[in-house]
């Protein structure tokens, strides 16, 4: 995934099976331990180990910024940029969770992209651009029903184009994504009472928004 002059690392379809366990503060839990470990071998030149963290989490941050940003390339591209990121900042891990470590870069690279670009934002359902994905219609599948959840996926995707990047940002992270108050604060750097006031502010606006089209939403 990575690939610059200056960073030249070869993702593995395969994680490396860390063996060494040992040294951690989060002995109850084996994924921390192993990220913690990874890490540690990173930051000490080791760059096969920063790419085991690369091949471990690119799938689960891509999967989130995809619905943050406006297209799926450039979703890849904020996702590489955030590990370019993080490796050229692993002095400044300081513990705790490091797939939330990068979960923080990654979000603050997504919003960082979408203020400077000042496009649209990503469709929150990507999945509707495509039906590949849905299961073939039974034969009683009502029409009225898909082109109804349609029209509500689309007025709700135009609302969300035109709240501020922040409050647009923690909806996706808490309504869609299912992130809780504490860790939406850890992946934006902010307080947890600002967390609840975009998140409040946002449906507010998202509201008055969609204050003619609310039939669709009824019933």
């Known amino acids: 995934m990575l690939d610059s002059p200056r960073l030249r690392i070869a993702v593995r379809r395969d994680p490396l099976i860390v063996e060494d366990l040992r040294s951690t503060t989060v002995a109850d839990d084996p994924v921390q331990r192993r990220d913690l470990i990874l890490l540690e071998r990173a930051r000490s030149g080791d760059l096969d180990a920063f790419n085991d963290l690369v091949t471990c989490y690119q799938d689960m941050l891509f999967a989130l910024i995809v619905r943050m940003v406006p297209d799926r390339d450039q979703a890849s591209d904020c996702v590489q940029e955030a590990f370019f990121s993080a490796y050229r900042n692993l002095a400044g891990f300081r513990g705790g969770s490091v ?18 670009k000042k496009r649209r934002p990503v ?83 998202l509201r008055d928004r969609l204050a003619g089209r609310m039939e669709l939403f009824r019933g």
């Not at 797939?99 to 400077?116: F, P, T």
């Not at 509707?128 to 082109?147: I, R």
Request: with cysteine; hydrophobic share 40%.
């Open 99 to 116: 797939k939330s470590w990068l979960q923080r870069i990654c979000v603050n690279a997504a919003m960082d992209m979408q203020r400077a």
């Open 123 to 205: 469709q929150p359902y990507p999945e509707l651009d495509d039906e590949s994905w849905q299961p073939p219609a039974g034969k009683d599948a009502d029409p009225v029903t898909t082109a109804l959840t349609t029209e509500r996926h689309r007025a709700l995707n135009d609302a969300l184009a035109t709240i501020t990047d922040d409050q647009r940002a923690a909806i996706v992270l808490f309504d869609i994504e299912g992130y809780d108050y504490a860790e939406i604060a850890e992946m934006t750097g902010v307080s947890l009472g600002t967390v609840k006031s975009r998140i409040h502010r946002g449906r507010l606006a």
